[in-house]
């Protein structure tokens, strides 16, 4: 085998162990590499931030525990962000197997803001039948949720001083992993009722997200978790927060690993180039 | 109660037993992988019971007496005829109740965010005319939309001046489906990096 | 019956939803409020689907003693018994439940797709191949992308990340846009498909 054949069939196993390695020693002794934080985060915690103290903030929890590490720290730094402009929130989700990730934010991060439950912040839980329940809560919120996620009747629970819709809630914010997800509160609550939304998505999924911004349907995109490490550090910038940031710990490892994969592509490519010039 | 760090163990040995699917398929990853489906569908089973079906169905209906609720909930319990073949054809009627109400509900919605807003946002741009490059890039865009759409239309044949757009619209999309793999690397090894932090961090304690 | 009925059902239900949209009348407000309410709990029973997919495939396993059916078994019990404690214990807190999810459910669940990091590099290093001028553009744009995104491409030139931000926000959104367009009118064709009974694959067989 030649030398080019041989750059072009590196065996998997030491591809795997390359890519493990590059990443974990980053973790281990970090190189500190700053990055830049993107117009479409920026745009997302201005809409976050400019919103009048007591304003209900409405987060989804559209995921599951398959793409936690890229949603779950965007949930955290929101929440951390709206504890710290005394915003009210109210936290549902349209997946199932997401429940208990809403509940452990929440869990998390409302004790280091002294947030009590039920007047500062409401967990709903979720309910069955999607567009079904996005379509209810632009009626009544009432209807849609009679109860909490602990059983606590809607009335018993001062943070709604009335039964509320869409017009009460300036602005949502679905963290969404797919279908449904961001797309469906654009499509039901927004074409019907007028909400502002803005989206924390999965990483495959940010390109497709860029129609809905250009059109203003969207405000502000975070995607994937290099822009959850972007909103920990506007979060850090203000003053709002100390506490530890997940995302931002991994961004010297997820820069390596990119660089990894590039130049393993273009040693790819110089074998495959090598070899047909010889042909 | 078991202990907090016992449940960190056991998280991180399921962790290492999905991982061990690198080394080849073995009993450990298909354990875990069963595991996952079945604690999923209970876990699932459970939520559903105590955040829907207990207070939005059972209280209003058994113990409050609203019989409202007992047209729905006719129709839903329809659903279980699939357990017994001789009547199991009555799970359609459940089916075509929902199915036509998310069918009518979807035309106008997706005609209003996915069309006309869209179209909205191709043509009359807001900020389009506040700065020169705005201009230029929402004429490329236009022209990226039009030729991405052509080379989809494909009831008729392709030549002239379609196919020229058509090849154009081949480029725009490239481009998308690029940027769409980059991300989708990004995605990939930031799944990785969680887990990674939770082994080190929660588990072995070695990174801060 | 068995096809005629439902066949209705749907089609006045989709006809009525649909117009619903158009009309902001109260009468038709009300009737929105009913439909959603109904719709919220008849689709709760549709969880009934779900299980029974699920355990019916490992039961036959199980029975015939087919293939690994003792992994079969691990799904069939793990589902019972979450599904018990869920339902006996309760779904709050401090709930076993939350326990079996934040430490079986999610580490399992976060893993699953986190090996696909290391399948992806070994793909690209031996597929991604600027073979032609459209690949070779991909591959310009995945990389801009790759490098723009993380710090190290704004170490590299903090130009990077605003060519990244213009090529997702140009060329990408036209380019999602027009795929955006092919979507939405094929769910409202198929929509259209379902409510007129032209489309009828979900009546299943042919009684």
Known sequence: MSFWEKLGKIDRKIIFLLMAVVIIIPLLSPLNLVGKVGRRTQELFRAIDNLPENSYLLITIDFDPQSMPELYPMYLAILRHAFAKNLRVIVTGLWVTGVGLGEDGLKTVAPEYNKVYGRDYVFLGWKPG???VVLGMGR?????FPTDYYGTSYDSLPIFTKDITYRDIPFMVSLSAGVPGYETWIAYAQSRFGIRIGAGVTAVSA???YPYLQSGQLTGLLGGMKAAAEYEFLNEKAGFTKAFKPASQLMDSQSLAHLVIMILVIIGNISYFALRRKR | MIPQEIWIWVGAILTL???SFLYGDNPFYRFAEHLYVGVSVGYTIAITWHNFFYP???VPLFKQGNLFYLIPFLLGILYFSIFFPKISWLIRIPMGFVLGYSSGVAIP????????????GTFLTPDLLKRPDLILWGIVSLIGVVATVIYFFFSREQKGLTKGMANLGIIFLMIGFGASFGYTVMARVSLLLGRLQFLLRDWLGVIK | MARTLPLALCFIMGVLMACQFFIPHPLSQSFLDL??????IISAFALALGVRSVTLRHYERIKRRKGEWGFSVVTIVSLLATALIGLIWGVGAKSYLRLIFSNIMVPLGATMFSILAFYMASAAYRAFRARTKEATLLLIASFIVMLGMVPIGTAISPRLSDLAEWLLSVPNMAAKRGIMFGVALGVIATSLKIILGIERGWLGGRR
């Open chain 1, 130 to 132: 999607i567009t079904a």
């Open chain 2, 56 to 58: 939005d169905l059972v």
């Open chain 2, 17 to 19: 037993f999905i991982f």
């Open chain 2, 109 to 120: 919605a997706i005609l209003q965010a996915n069309i006309i807003k869209q179209m909205q």
């Open chain 3, 35 to 40: 439909i959603i309410k109904w719709v919220r």
């Open chain 1, 207 to 209: 390109a497709d997200a």
């Open chain 1, 140 to 144: 009544s919120m009432k209807e849609t």
